[in-house]
């Protein structure tokens, strides 16, 4: 089994072994009551959010150009008590945050992160929520866990904090909704299994899902083992384990799922494990 014990935020007051995880999941820790994301259970409203292959192709090469971007260390200073917060609040270890933080807008770089769309028209901000897969009575991903930033303590100051809440383009906004949605499909402290599949809920459900899982939580557990860095690579002995352990079997569902002689004109999401729904912000 792949784990890790969680590292203290740089610069933080509040290191997860002064934290007690009191509820993971779809049990929220710190919530109100009524805070949950509601969402249906693999039923017909479920939001069910996968990318064309032609999307997941672009964003193998956009991931690969950002996790390549060098990031300065006075730039990641405003970020760490908002990782601080979105741990304390939601019981999700700040490093598998701040992994996707990484992978979606090479901490907020990305020159889609504070303005406009993404190249598929649908994602934007530091987190890339989804803004545009509502619809007939089901809400976008973005306005499912918009609301999260009541839920923390809101830094006094950090960069582009914008007036108006919610804002996807906010990075405390943005970063604990991002905690919420990966409580809320199973993330805890842990870097296992669990987050691994929070990570590829957070894609989506095809191979590009897998890839960008299996490096997200690659990443995660190589910061939690040899420190947090901002610009190092990802070990790739350790996405390979990663995938040997979490990523392979459902990388293989879907090889499976197409018999021989045939071609794959729309893709399935995988079957689900009970209890748990497909809702991911890349319905472009």
């Not at 509502?134 to 100051?157: D, F, H």
């Not at 804002?167 to 402290?189: E, Q, V």
């Not at 842990?190 to 809920?201: F, K």
Request: some cysteine; hydrophobic content about 40%.
């Amino acid at each position: 089994m792949i784990a890790a014990t969680p590292t203290p935020v740089p610069g933080a007051t509040a290191p997860v072994s002064d934290i007690t995880a009191t509820g993971t999941g779809s049990r929220l820790v710190g919530r109100s009551p009524g805070s949950s994301v509601s969402r249906s259970r693999g039923g017909a409203h479920a939001i069910v959010g996968d990318p064309s292959a032609v999307q997941a192709h672009r964003d193998l090469a956009l991931y690969e150009a950002q996790t390549s971007t060098h990031i300065a260390e006075r730039w990641m200073q405003g970020f760490y008590p908002i990782y601080a917060a979105a741990q304390r609040t939601f019981g999700v270890n700040w490093l598998l945050i701040a992994s996707i933080h990484k992978q979606e807008s090479a901490f907020s770089t990305a020159p889609t992160t504070y303005e406009g769309l993404n190249f598929a028209g649908c994602c934007g901000g530091p987190m890339q929520f989804n803004v545009t897969n509502g619809g007939a009575g089901i809400s976008s991903t973005w306005a499912l866990v918009n609301n999260s930033y009541r839920y923390g303590a809101r830094p006094a100051s950090y960069d582009h904090m914008i007036a108006k809440h919610p804002s996807i383009y906010d990075d405390f906004d943005s970063i604990m909704a991002a905690a919420h949605l990966l409580s809320a499909d199973g993330a805890g402290y842990a870097l296992d299994g669990a987050a691994w599949n929070a990570a590829y809920d957070y894609y989506g459900h095809d191979a590009t899902g897998v890839t960008y899982a299996d490096q997200v939580l690659a990443r995660a557990i190589g910061w939690s083992q040899h420190g947090f860095c901002i610009n190092c690579g990802i070990e790739q002995a350790m996405v390979q384990a990663v995938h040997a352990a979490y990523g392979a079997p459902v990388a293989a569902s879907y090889e499976t799922a197409i018999p021989k002689g045939h071609t794959a004109v729309a893709r399935k999401p995988k079957p689900r494990p009970p209890g748990r729904s497909a809702h991911r912000r890349r319905g472009r």
